[in-house]
């Protein structure tokens, strides 16, 4: 009677596919993980674009409006309403003096 046992190579290349398949698979999942996060990446990039447009508006309106109070006539014309007097010679308080004071 005669034995046959199976070749040891079979199982080394059935190893080999099944290691090719899954490296596929991993790959595959890899790749839809990598692209979801880039259209997650743009889309942010995309929200914070306009959002700091919308704050650039902002920050103009908020100019204007500092700008239009801060014109050298309606400042003069709030120092009379309110009875103060322009100093010849203003002295200015320092931060070098605040250090120093005493407290």
Do not use: W
């Not at 990039?45 to 306009?50: G, I, K, T, V």
């Not at 709030?78 to 200015?92: G, H």
Request: net charge positive.
């Amino acid at each position: 009677m005669t034995i046959t046992a199976p070749k040891k190579t079979a199982a080394i290349i059935t190893a080999f596919i099944y290691g090719c398949g899954a490296m596929v698979i991993v790959s595959m999942a890899t790749t839809v993980f990598l692209y979801n996060r880039l259209v997650q990446a743009r889309h942010e990039a995309e929200s914070a674009l306009a959002e700091r447009t919308q704050r650039e508006v902002v920050n103009a309106e908020l100019r204007n409006k500092l700008l239009v109070r801060l014109e050298g006539e309606s400042l003069e014309e709030l120092a009379m309403n309110r009875e103060l007097i322009k100093e010849k010679d203003p002295s200015y308080l320092t931060a070098y003096e605040l250090a120093r004071r005493p407290r």
